[in-house]
């Protein structure tokens, strides 16, 4: 018997390597045949561990690891020891819908830079989000987004000549759409929140420029620690000084951008303040104008404070212009890599308009049906956020079909694998916009199906409050670019394609690569440009 009062070094980690191991072992039976989601399909090591998602997680490839998993064990599967996942549409809205018995899971506290901030993404008590958010959607009304409409045109009109520059005699030098698009969306939205641009899609120096990609990166370790099996340590040391150390990690692009921000937002509160003392109309009403001005609906003083405010502008400008870049650099590689379907969008902008300045809003563009179905497609293909948005079931359960999920669950709608179901989308990584227009063999009840299981900007009251911001954006872009230039893909390019010797569902050719950190990594398409001949001859 060890005298533990004569216990030797050795001994002791011994006793302690020991007691790990029964303890684990312990959890792992009881996990795999004791826990209350026992009975769910599942990877073998998933069901007592949550290192296979991470692991995916780290990689980039976790919306498509579970992607696998549905294919091989159904719509509904277990992806950790106390997560469940589903792919089916109908499930999707009974998580996400309004009154769903569930809230946005505890991780996501991970998020905001300062553990004293809220912002209305990270935000988990669902009622306190459901006034942010009533909040927030006054930035993006419908009369909000008629009024940025102008600005988007603007910086269309200055890219298109970028983009095309040095083809006085040809085809321009190629352009990485990944990086341009992202240069693009990144000007538009300092625009659209601050009222100031960057022009960061212009040549030359601009210390600025990398501010997409550097933030990119920055997400990517957060993203990875949301999945991590550290994410409660890391959740306790963050009012405990590692938010400070992690600030201090930051990019320098990154760190000047949140000054900026800092900066800005205290001179337009202050602005605004002698506005509404004096009485002077604002010169324009851009996103920060409407987040200054929202008052709480229960006690009518100002919905944010400054360190909320910093938070959101953030969110809305540095993070939020990856879900139109991505959509965006997304369409370039489909319709580059598909002459059919380019040719058709070309020919439908170019008969519809006969002028540039008649491409806005309005009837004309929404009656271009295949510009429509072609973005619609986009983001069926590579929705921002392929994996899921983790939700916590509460106390009284869930009930999905004829299942009650327990209290404490974390659950979660997998959104690639959805856009990715053969049966209701059938050949899904090949893009075919044609699956979203009424005829030639489509019927109405298939459009109706796609149109029930495209989940791109979630779903319910934590759904994306920019989504007529950003179809805008991208209709108005590609119309008014259509309309102007000629482009192709960079013969021999393959940046973007799938390959065969990439992890299954990652092999096809045709279908735009990304690695999913929330943000989405991606490279190309390497694309090409030149005015179109009608123009040239004017």
């Known amino acids: ?43 073998f090591l998933a069901k007592f561990s949550g290192l296979p998602s991470f692991y995916h997680t780290y990689k980039g490839n976790r919306h498509v690891w579970l992607w696998q998993c549905h294919e091989i064990y159904g719509d509904v599967i277990r992806s950790s020891y106390d997560t469940l996942l589903f792919s089916d ?25 300062d553990a004293t901030a809220v912002s209305t993404f990270a935000c988990m008590d669902k009622y306190a989000h459901r006034r942010r958010r009533r909040n927030l959607e006054y930035a993006f009304s419908d009369r909000a987004v ?16 970028i983009l095309a520059e040095g083809a006085e005699d040809g085809w321009s030098e190629p352009r990485n759409m990944t990086e341009w698009s992202d240069s693009f969306v990144f000007d538009i939205l300092c625009d659209l929140c601050f009222g100031w641009t960057y022009e960061t899609k212009k040549p030359g120096p601009n210390k600025l420029r990398t501010v997409p990609h550097d933030v990119a990166q920055y997400m990517k370790f ?26 201090k990690m930051a990019p320098p692009s990154v760190q000047f951008f949140m000054d900026f921000v800092a900066q800005n937002l205290s001179e337009r509160l202050e602005q605004e303040e002698i506005n509404e003392r004096t009485g002077k109309l604002p010169d324009r009403e851009d996103m920060l104008h409407y987040l200054i001005n929202a008052k709480d609906g229960e006690t009518g003083k100002p919905a944010y404070n400054p360190v909320d405010l910093c938070e959101e502008a953030n969110m809305l400008t540095a993070a939020g212009a990856d879900t139109t870049s991505a959509v965006l650099a997304a369409l370039f590689f489909y319709l580059v890599h ?17 002028s540039l300045d008649e491409i806005q809003s309005g009837k004309l563009l929404t009656s271009c049906v295949y510009l429509q179905a072609s973005i619609d497609e986009a983001l069926r293909m590579n929705p921002h956020g392929g994996s899921e948005s983790r939700r916590q079931v509460l106390p009284g359960g869930l009930r999905i079909k004829d299942d009650v999920i327990p ?25 075919r916009p044609e699956r979203w227009i009424v ?20 779903y319910g009251n934590r759904g994306c409050p920019g989504k007529g911001l950003a179809r805008m954006e991208l209709a108005v872009t590609m119309a008014r670019l259509i309309f102007q230039y000629d482009f192709r893909g960079m013969p021999g390019g393959t940046e973007g394609q799938g390959s065969s010797d990439l992890m299954w569902g990652r ?3 045709t279908q735009f690569q990304v690695w999913d950190f929330m943000v989405a990594h991606r490279d190309g398409p390497m694309v090409q440009f030149r005015k179109r001949a009608s123009i040239l001859a004017t």
């Open 1 to 43: 018997m060890i005298s533990f009062t004569t216990i030797s070094i050795p001994e002791a980690l011994t006793l302690i390597t020991v007691s790990f191991v029964v303890y684990y072992a312990i959890s792992a039976i009881y996990c795999i045949f004791f826990h209350p989601l026992s009975k769910y399909p599942g990877p």
């Open 89 to 113: 549409p109908d499930t999707y809205r009974d998580i996400y819908g309004t009154h769903a018995n569930v809230q946005k899971a505890w991780h996501f506290a991970v998020w905001p830079k």
């Open 146 to 161: 008629r009024s940025f409409e102008p600005f988007v045109i603007q910086h269309t009109d200055r890219w298109g000549p």
């Open 222 to 247: 957060t993203y990875t620690i949301f999945y991590s099996p550290i994410i409660r340590i890391w959740l306790f040391m963050k009012p405990r000084g590692i938010d400070k150390l992690f600030a």
């Open 338 to 354: 598909d002459e059919n379907a380019l040719k058709k969008l070309t020919a439908e902008i170019r008969t519809t308009f006969t």
């Open 407 to 431: 209290p404490g669950t974390l659950i979660g709608g997998d959104v690639y694998a959805i856009h990715h179901n053969t049966e209701i989308f059938p050949d899904p990584f090949r893009f």
């Open 439 to 458: 005829g030639n063999g489509v019927t109405t009840e298939s459009v109706k199906a796609c149109e029930g299981a495209v989940f791109a900007f979630s």
């Open 507 to 509: 092999r096809q050719k």
